[in-house]
């Protein structure tokens, strides 16, 4: 798996609705789709979203848990697909910017 964390987040909202549009915005400027918005079990009160292309295979995954002030950027090895890999960084920079902190790849 292929994970960046969004780390020292400075958001003076933190609430499901910002975050959730936010995410949105982000997969649209760089044309990918929402495909799921949920929360992980594992996060109580997090926001999860899948990112895809419409044609092509590949998921990313991103999640803000604002108990935590903390997100990230995953992409599973059943899920990859080489544009995802290339994309990966972006979206996590990108997220990163948007909520005030800054994305760092996980060692593997």
């Given at each position: 798996?292929?994970?960046?964390?969004?780390?020292?987040?400075h958001?003076?909202?933190?609430?499901?609705?910002t975050?959730?549009?936010t995410i949105?915005?982000?997969?649209?400027?760089?044309?990918?789709?929402?495909k799921e918005?949920?929360?992980?079990?594992?996060?109580?009160?997090?926001?999860?979203c899948?990112?895809?292309?419409?044609?092509y295979?590949?998921?990313?995954e991103?999640?803000?848990?604002?108990?935590?002030?903390?997100?990230?950027?995953?992409?599973?090895?059943?899920r990859r697909?080489?544009?995802?890999?290339?994309?990966?960084?972006s979206?996590a920079?990108r997220?990163?910017?948007?909520?005030?902190?800054?994305a760092?790849?996980?060692p593997s």
């Amino acid at each position: 798996m292929v994970t960046y964390d969004i780390i020292d987040l400075h958001v003076s909202t933190w609430d499901e609705d910002t975050f959730l549009a936010t995410i949105r915005e982000l997969a649209q400027k760089l044309g990918l789709i929402v495909k799921e918005e949920t929360t992980l079990l594992s996060k109580n009160g997090s926001v999860h979203c899948h990112l895809g292309h419409p044609q092509y295979p590949g998921l990313l995954e991103v999640t803000v848990w604002p108990r935590r002030k903390a997100g990230g950027s995953d992409m599973h090895e059943n899920r990859r697909a080489g544009r995802n890999e290339a994309m990966i960084p972006s979206v996590a920079g990108r997220l990163a910017d948007r909520l005030g902190g800054h994305a760092e790849k996980r060692p593997s």
